[in-house]
């Protein structure tokens, strides 16, 4: 597992920081993408999303070109309309495509209020259209993924009380019934998560304290103590969080 934690005091400083290193990375896709390959990003809603969506927009302002590259997907999305105030969907395209003005070419969302199977089919569609593949397996990965983490550990819409096959399903993209409303959601598996090229987990809020403190744990048994065992043979995790732990 190779990890780095950036605790910061408040969760408006930790947004400000994540957004401005992420921006950065950014930068460096644009210096080196000498081959104009796309960058695949997919995003989380929860507590954090909506300052650091903000702080992405106003600080990437003067640099829209940074985004040309950049195709935007989903960790999870609830089953509800995308106009519907519980739409991860919503709260991005109101805090940051709007404000940067980001084609809907570049916009791949997950479309939770339609029919699952085919909602599932068009979202592996789109990032095996646009996702770099995995050596050897021919699987799309991600350039990045933004995750939130839930009182009890949970990433993207992964529970706890799921079972060990169920954790184990190799579907990229799947439907889950989870615990916390509204309760049906399409969410990545753990495979995709494990083989990003990076994953940044934002925490924040007091109540994230246990749940880090657990995932970090050798012993760990939380969602994204699963996540963090298995991400040894990719180059980095980071945790932001304004938790003290």
């Known amino acids: 597992m190779a990890l780095e934690l950036h605790t910061y005091p408040d969760d408006a400083t930790l947004a400000r920081q994540a957004a401005s290193r992420w921006l950065g990375d950014l930068r460096m896709h644009q210096k080196n993408n000498t081959a104009g390959s796309a960058y695949c990003v997919a995003l989380s809603g929860g507590r954090i999303a909506r300052n650091f969506f903000s702080e992405i927009a106003k600080q990437g302002a003067s640099e829209r070109a940074l985004f040309d590259p950049v195709h935007f997907f989903w960790a999870d999305e609830r089953c509800v309309p995308p106009t519907d105030p519980e739409s991860n969907y919503a709260i991005a395209k109101e805090l940051l495509f709007d404000p940067l003005k980001i084609p809907q070419a570049q916009i791949h969302r997950l479309r939770g209020e339609e029919n699952e199977t085919l909602a599932l089919h068009d979202a592996l569609e789109n990032i095996t259209k646009w996702g770099t593949p995995e050596k050897g397996g021919g699987e799309p990965i991600f350039d990045m993924i933004f995750l939130g983490l839930g009182e009890n550990g949970h990433v993207a819409s992964l529970f706890p009380e799921e079972s060990e096959a169920e954790m184990a399903d190799p579907a990229f993209y799947r439907a889950v019934t989870t615990t916390k409303p509204p309760p049906r959601r ?9 083989n990003a090229l990076q994953v940044w987990v934002l925490v ?24 963090l065992k298995q991400r040894g043979k990719t180059e980095i995790t980071e945790i932001f969080s304004d938790v003290q732990i």
């Open 186 to 194: 399409l969410t990545l598996g753990y495979g995709p998560i494990i």
């Open 204 to 227: 924040a809020g007091a109540g994230k304290q246990g749940a880090l403190k657990d995932s970090l744990a050798p012993s760990g048994k939380t969602p994204l103590a699963r996540v």
